[in-house]
């Protein structure tokens, strides 16, 4: 009886979530749309604010420091960091990690970009990016205007440094 109880309690709690989760529908930015400022610290604790970032940015939000597929990625960018950085663009990824993960995975890595911390998914939730478990793995490309110009949901994590190349006509 107790168990029926609780499985009845659990499927209900479940339900509530699930009518919650459809209810609150994330933000959906399109090209065009002018990128959302805000205000986050970065790998080494610093605050950055995002539209005071100038010039062609790459913001790409990536699941989880550490994990395969977000080091695959990270390091590609690592790796292509030069040639985007000739091409006058900027780098900034962004998580849900602390500041203190986000510094070992930098160091680990050897990441020449910034890393910006939003453990409280504030920002995600602006991008639509937060997911129910996980955040997406999706970058934005914006120019010197601070405009989306491209969305990339299809992200090759072996080769994004050249993806964000070719998508951004470099």
Known sequence: MKLALITLASLALFSSLAIIAKSKKPTELKVGDTAPNFTLPNEKGETVTFHNIAGKKVLYYYPMDSTPGCTKQACSLR?????????????????????DSHKKFAQNHKLPFTLLSDVKNEVAKLYG?????MNSRITFLIDEKNKIVKILKDIKVKSHAQQILKEFGL
């Open 129 to 133: 990016t937060a997911g129910t478990f």
């Open 79 to 99: 790796d292509g960091h030069q040639d985007l950085k000739n091409k006058g663009v900027t780098v900034i990824g962004i998580s849900s990690d602390s500041v």
